[in-house]
């Protein structure tokens, strides 16, 4: 009997040995065949997360961020205790012990399997376990990528420590509503740092994993709160939080950003803009998408924020200006159903999922509810509703016709129910009283169809200061001051005469003002002063300042277009200017960041200058990878400057004109500013600058600066017609550089333009190009600076024609000096009367005619 017992045991024994053997060699058979050729856990070593890119003011500002995945990676010894216990409550409790792999949580989470006939099946994943599934895994519940997991996390925990471990975890995870990481997720849900999270507020986010794209703060309330409060009774089981603080936590409401208990970071960020989009052009173009959206660049912008905010002030106001005066009611266009208008809430929330613009400051969307005999009520986003009623009343509507079915243009608006009907969303501002700013009553405002850009820039370094490439950029993203190929008119005229002036011209050369007769392979082209009138021989600095179109033709005739095209090409205007004798007009199309860098040589001297949106560009390791400002600073390295010396910069710059040219220029459009077409600027600084005005008056321009300010501006509609035949460039885009220039010479200041060595004064008479004694005063005498060696023959001087040598008779030869006016021959055979002083027409900023 003993030895039938023992001999059972016996075999049982032998079967349990036999079946452990064979199952030990089935498994480690398995973990062999599963562990070839999985992906090397090694590389987590040099774990690079994609994380924020963000854009700062030069103060250090926070202006805008960009991410493809919202995480901000934060180091595990600056991750707070009351996190990591949170999430190791939540996610993994034994982590600090288990060697990769928790056997007692997979044996349960088996049993509770079996137990509930897969009914009721939980994970038994470690925190190394997801690590590895997040990193090198895919997500797709199977035995392979278990027993891939169970093979990487042992290896993990063999290459790292669990702090390592840890911060891979906290960095990584997706937590919902885009967000990446412990440190992004405390943002989006609290708007707070880690270190402001109270237990509750950890808890919260440690119960995100389970199930983020389902535990939404909002519409799955109850069910976060449930996983929420499971958590902090883990904390306080755990030992990391005391019974009494789980008792009062647990209690407490679930609050977010979400549901409106906080305002959203993104709220207390300025609204995103032309300026910092360019940056993202740019800068994702040079440094690629995936380093630009997950490389947690430090970038400092170049931009001066209360310039920025008034480039954008000034071109809206002189946009709104133009379209209000064309007296046309396009509204929004967006409507909400009359079923929602009836319960405030429902109102508010579908103004809400309206598509209009919310970055026009002082601007607020609102939706017509009731429109009565002669006044309309509105309801405003974001403005309580008060007993009376907010109200557009009749007297704002009389400015506009609304245009009906048929695209004809209806009566002028008497009544506000002659624009208005109720659903419509449109867009309104206070009006205030311009002394205490007490309000008036609310006005109707709409986006208008012209746009157009507006830029500024140091003349020294190519900083950037301000951009405004539209009216709004939530309405239109399309940056105007960067993307729009535009004609600039007469502001191409400089580069015509600086190749002049480069090329044994001088500001008294006389030019030939007479008409024009082209043969192309398009017909006869017959070119005209805007004035429709033509002066006669006239001095080059007449030419410019009155932007005299007959005159700049002639000139590049003489010289050639090859050599204009090769100056504004020198100049970046232009990657290939085409040489026909229009584009020395402006016909080409161009931007206007191109057209104000090149006006910047002017203004410095003649020295290249690129324009740049960005002073430095650092890694998420501090590391600078760009920086623009490459000039040398020569005694820095002294341990004491001398008294009263500042320090010495070599500029180390590219001179693409000659400095005196470059003077020259400057003087002969300080004049275009005094007497000419860009008269209409009026600033306490010294200004040199020139209008455009294109044919037709399709786009509009002025690029104006001071010794060390330039800024630039066009008008048009994106589709090119006409503005009418009262639009000039000095008409609509001067007062936009006035309002901009008040306040960037109120900061920065401004001085006479610098005159350089290599010259000397002549003074002469403007309208005649006669030279005139030295101590010659009145309104026609101008000071000139010529260049050392050349000594003009005062006698005979050079006459420009441009289309071949005639007989040019000069004002003072004619006897211009007396009487009326002489009759004389021109270079055209025609007869002329010469008046006693030039007769200049009426003042006009040229155009392609």
Not at 93 to 106: A, L, Q
Not at 540 to 555: A, D, H
Not at 570 to 599: C, I, S
Not at 777 to 784: C, H, L, S, W
């Amino acid at each position: 009997m003993l030895r039938s017992v023992l001999s059972f045991f016996g075999a049982i024994f032998s079967w349990f040995v036999t079946a452990s053997f064979f199952i030990a060699l089935t498994l480690g058979a398995i973990f062999w065949i599963y562990s070839r050729d999985l992906p090397s856990h090694e590389t987590l070593a040099q774990y690079t997360p994609k994380t924020i890119s963000r854009i700062y003011s030069g103060e250090g500002r926070l202006i805008d961020e960009f991410a493809e995945e919202r995480r901000l990676f934060v180091p595990i010894e600056e991750i707070p205790d009351l996190v990591k216990h949170a999430f190791i409550s939540a996610e993994d409790k034994n982590f600090y012990s288990h060697p990769g792999y928790d056997v007692r949580g997979i044996v349960g989470a088996a049993w509770q399997a079996v137990a509930s006939r897969g009914s009721s099946v939980r994970g038994a994943s470690t925190i190394t376990q997801q690590v590895m599934k997040n990193f090198l895994l895919s997500s797709d519940r199977s035995v392979e990528r278990k027993v891939k997991e169970l093979i990487l996390a042992s290896r993990l925990e063999r290459t790292l420590d669990k702090d390592q471990i840890l911060e891979l975890y906290l960095n990584e995870i997706f937590l919902g509503q885009n967000s990446f990481g412990v440190a992004a997720a405390a943002q989006t849900y609290f708007n707070k740092s880690l270190t402001e999270l109270a237990p509750h507020e950890a808890a919260m986010l440690a119960a995100m994993p389970q199930a983020p794209g389902r535990y939404h703060p909002v519409t799955a309330k109850e069910r976060v709160t449930e996983r929420r409060n499971y958590v902090l009774r883990e904390m306080w089981q755990n030992g990391y939080i005391d019974e009494a603080t789980y008792q009062s936590e647990a209690k407490l409401p679930l609050k977010s950003v979400q549901n409106g208990d906080y305002p959203a970071f993104r709220q207390q960020l300025p609204p995103r803009d032309y300026f910092t989009d360019e940056i993202r052009r740019q800068l994702s173009a040079q440094f690629g998408n995936e380093e630009f959206f997950g490389g947690g660049l430090t970038i400092r912008a170049t931009v001066d924020p209360d310039l920025q905010s008034a480039a954008a002030d000034a071109l809206r106001e002189a946009l709104e200006q133009y379209d209000r005066g064309t007296g046309v009611w396009r509204g929004t266009r967006e409507t909400i159903p009359a079923d929602q208008l009836t319960d405030e809430a429902a109102w508010r929330g579908a103004l809400w999922q309206a598509k209009v613009p919310r970055d026009i400051p002082g601007w607020h969307p609102a939706v017509v509810l009731e429109v009565g005999a002669s006044d309309a009520r509105i309801g405003i986003e974001g403005i309580e509703e008060d007993a009376d009623g907010h109200w557009i009343p009749a007297a704002d509507v009389q400015w506009a016709r609304k245009r009906g079915p048929d695209g004809r243009l209806g009566p002028r608006a008497k009544v506000a129910g002659d624009l208005l009907t109720v659903g419509d969303v449109v867009l309104v501002r206070a009006m205030t009283q311009d002394g205490d700013g007490s309000f008036i009553r609310w006005t109707l405002r709409q986006v208008p169809e012209i746009q157009g850009g507006f830029m500024a820039m140091d003349v020294n370094t190519g900083r950037v200061l301000s951009m405004q490439g539209g009216f709004s950029y939530q309405s239109s993203v399309f940056n105007r001051a960067t993307q729009a190929q535009r004609q600039p008119g007469s502001s191409f005229k400089p580069f015509v005469y600086a190749a002049a002036l480069d090329n044994n011209y001088t500001p008294a050369t006389i030019v030939v003002d007479e008409p024009i007769s082209i043969n192309t392979p398009f017909g006869l082209w017959e070119p005209k002063n805007s004035s429709g009138k033509h002066y006669g021989p006239t001095p080059l600095r007449t030419g410019i300042e009155m932007s005299r179109n007959l005159m700049t033709i002639r000139i590049a005739q003489d010289i050639g277009m090859e050599r204009v095209a090769e100056y504004a090409e020198r100049f970046g205007v232009y990657d290939d200017l085409k040489p026909f004798l229009a584009n020395a007009l402006g016909a080409q199309e161009t931007t206007l960041f191109k057209m104000v860098a090149a006006y910047a040589m002017f203004a410095n001297g003649g020295e290249r200058v690129e324009p740049t949106l960005v002073d430095r560009v650092q890694d998420r390791r501090g590391r600078t990878i760009y920086r623009h400002d490459q000039r040398v600073c020569e005694t820095c390295g002294q341990q004491a400057l001398p008294a009263g010396q500042g320090p010495v910069i070599d500029t180390n710059r590219e001179r693409v004109m000659d400095a005196v040219t470059a003077y020259q220029l400057t003087s002969m459009l300080e004049g275009a500013v005094e007497r000419g077409s860009g008269s209409g600027v009026d600033l306490p600084v010294p200004i040199a600058g020139k209008t455009g005005t294109t044919n037709d008056a399709k786009d509009v321009w002025f690029i104006g600066y001071s010794s060390n300010i330039v800024a630039g501006c066009y008008l048009g509609y994106d589709q090119p017609r006409s503005l009418g035949e009262n639009a000039y460039g000095g008409t609509l885009c001067v007062p936009v550089f006035n309002a901009f220039m008040r306040k960037a010479v109120a900061e920065f200041g401004g001085t006479e333009f610098a005159v350089p060595p290599g010259g000397y004064w002549v003074k002469i008479d403007r309208s005649t190009g006669q030279r005139l004694s030295d101590d010659a005063t009145g309104p026609n005498v101008v000071a000139e600076y010529f260049r050392d060696g050349t000594d003009p023959d005062w006698g005979s001087p050079l006459i420009v024609s441009g289309f071949g040598d005639g007989e040019v008779v000069l004002p003072w030869q004619a006897g211009a000096g007396s009487g009326s006016g002489t009759s004389i021959t021109t270079s055209t055979g025609e007869r002329r009367v010469i008046p006693r002083q030039t007769d200049f027409g009426t003042m006009s900023s040229g155009g392609l005619y």
